[in-house]
């Protein structure tokens, strides 16, 4: 029997690998020959190890130049005919646009994923609204769109980017139970850990907690603040290591850096929050959880399918600093039994709608509907 082939087309390497190995493993381990579509990244490598051919495409994740644009368009075309994969996978604005038609051109059966809305809906400016248009003309052609929550759906249901038949909920990414699992938490020191993993960014909501930790900290010296992301990075919306720093100097945060392995960052934190204006499905928050920690986030697409308000986290109205504070002080004032039992039903929860292998079972299915 023939090898089929899938090519998978992302925006970051480093996104495949993290995110979506378990599918990975699997779709080779059933025998499918993959083929990974990536700007190149220290992960490129690592995919090739686990057996995936990889093309080292550059991409400009956030570029709007439309010279740009076509010339991916046509270096996309020109690879799935060399190629000739049986199907192909979208991930991302500029894969699901420009992938879809070129498969389209290509004559080769795909789905798009759209992995959160991003600037193109929080904004409405004219970049906005050009992508918008390239969306409804690319989204006619894969034979499904998958999104990773119902609110984001039902956006491009209401714009009319996508007809009905096509549209499909995913829930998140899945994430590996067995992987992020609950840890031993080490010796109390009396402090009280709060911890944001985002790359750094004002829209994921990095000034609305070094506020709430400059308020909060006024009252209750033992809560610690910490940041773990990247900074500096190629978005509209960066927060410059320098503004970082001068929140290190007055004493608000401790910055970690970036880490290969968050779960041990995790596992010494007591509580994890992300104040995002807008998420896909916030990744970590879902480790996070699966780890047993409580959340707290705020009440925006993506963020608040993470959670069950009051069992296993707290619910904060998006850029409202005051409630951020009340909920930090809602956890430092729980026990450590509270803080436990919110952890483990968030755990529970997690295990009921995001394992990996639900997530999984929804690809195999998919594909052997439009290869069989």
Request: with cysteine.
């Amino acid at each position: 029997m023939k090898q089929k082939k899938i090519i998978l087309v992302a925006n970051t390497a480093w996104s495949m690998f993290n995110f979506r190995h378990g599918l990975l493993s699997r779709l080779i381990n059933d025998g499918y020959h993959l083929t990974i579509i990536a700007p190149h990244d220290e992960f490129s490598d690592k995919l090739r190890k686990m057996r995936c051919a990889v093309v080292d495409l550059p991409m400009e994740a956030k570029g709007t130049n439309p010279l740009q644009d076509l010339k991916l368009i046509h270096t996309l075309y020109r690879l799935y005919q060399q190629i000739a994969p049986d199907f192909i996978v979208h991930y991302t604005i500029k894969p699901n646009i420009y992938g879809s038609l070129a498969a389209k051109w290509a004559g080769i059966p795909s789905l798009a994923i759209t992995t959160g809305l991003g600037y193109t809906f929080v904004n409405d400016n004219l970049v906005a609204k050009v992508a918008r248009s390239l969306y409804k003309l690319a989204f006619r052609f894969p034979k499904e769109v998958w999104f990773l929550n119902e609110d984001d759906r039902q956006v491009f249901l209401q714009h009319q980017l996508v007809s009905q038949a096509k549209a499909v909920l995913l829930h998140g990414e899945g994430v590996d139970l067995a992987h992020f699992s609950p840890r031993a938490q080490p010796a109390p020191d009396g402090k009280l850990r709060f911890l944001l993993i985002a790359r750094m960014l004002w829209d994921k909501g990095v000034g609305e907690y070094v506020e709430a930790a400059r308020i909060v900290r006024q009252q209750y010296p033992q809560a610690v603040f910490q940041l773990l992301g990247a900074c500096g990075v190629a978005n509209p919306s960066v927060i410059e290591r320098e503004q970082i720093a001068k929140w290190e100097q007055a004493g608000l945060v401790e910055y970690l850096g970036t880490t290969p392995d968050v779960r041990p960052v995790i596992a010494n934190a007591d509580c994890v929050v992300l104040p995002s204006y807008r998420e896909g499905i916030p990744r970590t928050m879902i480790e996070s959880a699966a780890m047993a920690k409580p959340l707290i986030v705020t009440d925006v697409p993506g963020c608040r399918d993470v959670l069950i308000p009051d069992q296993t986290g707290l619910l904060c109205p998006v850029k409202d600093v005051a409630e951020l504070v009340h909920c930090c002080g809602k956890i430092i004032n729980m026990n450590a039994e509270q803080i436990s039992k919110m952890g483990g039903a968030g755990r529970a929860f997690i295990a009921s709608k995001f394992d990996e292998q639900l997530v999984i079972a929804q690809y195999l299915k998919t594909l052997d509907r439009y290869l069989s």
